[in-house]
C-alpha cells in the first residue's frame, strides 16, 4: 500500500512538471489570432478597373469565425496576410498545448488520493 501511494505521488509530481513545461510554452505563441484563413477573389470598388468588365477579380484573403453560431468573415489587408497567417498557425498551435494540458489535468485527477 505504502509503495502504491509514493509511486502515485512521483507519478502526479512527473504530470505537474510537464503541465508546467507545457503552460510556459503558451508564452511563446504570442500573438494569434482565432479563425481559419480563406483566400478567395472579389471585384474591387474602382468601376473603372478591369476586375469589373474582365471578369478577373483580385485576390485577397479573409479571416472567418464563429460568433453566436454564425461565421464572420475579417478582410486581411494585404500588408498583414502573412502576419495574419502567423497568427493563425500560433492560434492552432496554442489550442493543441491546452488540450494536453487539459489531458495531463484529467490524468491528475485520476491519480487523486481518496
Not at 2 to 30: H, P, Q, T, W
Not at 43 to 61: D, E, L, Y
Amino acid at each position: 500500500m505504502y509503495k502504491y501511494i509514493i509511486d502515485m505521488k512521483m507519478k502526479n509530481s512527473a504530470l505537474g512538471k510537464k503541465r508546467d513545461d507545457l503552460i510556459r510554452k503558451v508564452a511563446g505563441f504570442s500573438p494569434w489570432i482565432e479563425g481559419t484563413l480563406v483566400n478567395t477573389t472579389r471585384i474591387c470598388g474602382r468601376k473603372n478597373c478591369a476586375c469589373h468588365t474582365s471578369g478577373q477579380k483580385h485576390p485577397v484573403m479573409y479571416i472567418t469565425w464563429k460568433e453566436n453560431g454564425k461565421t464572420v468573415s475579417l478582410y486581411v489587408p494585404k500588408k498583414l496576410e502573412s502576419d495574419v497567417r502567423q497568427w493563425a498557425e500560433n492560434y492552432k498551435r496554442l489550442k493543441e498545448i491546452i488540450r494536453k494540458i487539459s489531458n495531463i489535468q484529467k490524468d491528475i485527477v485520476r491519480l487523486r488520493e481518496d
